[in-house]
């Protein structure tokens, strides 16, 4: 089974910085990761696939690069909506498997 | 309007069995491949088992093989999760959640999710 592991596990930072979230995995996904945004209480959304290709409605400050083993989710200026978790995934190699996830909190 | 509903949810024993439904609008349903993730109280995700657009293909994650079944019916454009010999740590909310395309692997849309609570 492909480990996600997520860095770091809470991110403190104010509306209008940039955050910056890693993904590695413990082997190559070559670029079958995607990122998910969770609020509290609520579904997951689909941000981000095959490592760097926006979802249907996701705003452009929301961007992911990588490839490999190593990713980055980008988000240029924080948004009050923005502070939530977030999750990273793979469709590389069966089970299909997440991070454990990370928190962005408002500072 | 593209919509999920999850059912089924509830309180159930250990070693009991339980069934989730879930109901798809606003898309063509046997376009998609359909999935079930789980998130237990205060955890992460969890895929839990996917199925292609024509039922062709089916999924499980370890933790569930042998005890789980997914299945759908395109004629109701319904997703079905039937759970057998459920244990504690099966204790969740489980959301149906659509694919990207016929077998993608990633999960365009949600549900608000069903909470299943194993306990005796």
């Known amino acids: 089974e492909i480990v996600l592991t997520q860095s770091p596990a809470t991110l403190s930072l104010s509306p209008g910085e940039r955050a910056t979230l890693s993904c590695r995995s413990s082997?190559?996904?070559?670029?079958?990761l995607a990122w998910y945004q969770q609020k509290p209480g609520q579904a997951p959304r689909l941000l981000i696939f095959?490592?760097?290709y926006r979802a249907t409605g996701i705003p452009a400050r929301f961007s992911g690069s990588g490839s490999g083993t190593d990713f980055t989710l980008t988000i240029s200026s924080l948004e009050p909506e923005d502070f939530a978790v977030y999750y990273c995934?793979?469709?590389?190699?069966?089970?299909?498997?997440f991070g454990q996830g990370t928190k962005v909190e408002i500072k | 309007e593209l919509q999920l509903v999850e059912s089924g949810g509830g309180l159930v024993q250990p070693g009991r069995s339980l069934r989730l439904s879930c109901a798809a609008s606003?898309?063509?349903?046997?376009?998609?491949?359909m999935h079930w993730v789980r998130q237990a109280p205060g955890k992460g995700l969890e895929w839990v088992s996917g199925?292609?657009?024509?039922?062709?293909?089916?999924a499980y994650a370890d933790s569930v093989k042998g005890r789980f079944t997914i299945s759908r019916d395109n004629t109701k454009n319904s997703l079905y999760l039937q759970m057998n010999s459920l244990r504690a740590e099966d204790m969740a909310v489980y959301y149906c959640?659509?694919?990207?395309?016929?077998?993608?692997?990633?999960?365009?849309?949600w549900g608000p999710g069903t909470l299943i609570t194993v306990s005796s």
């Open positions: 959640a659509k694919d990207t395309g016929f077998w993608s692997g990633y999960f365009a849309f």
């Open positions: 095959d490592a760097s």
């Open positions: 995934q793979q469709r590389s190699n069966w089970p299909w498997t």
């Open positions: 606003g898309f063509t349903f046997d376009d998609y491949g």
């Open positions: 082997q190559s996904v070559s670029s079958f």
């Open positions: 199925i292609s657009w024509n039922s062709g293909s089916t």
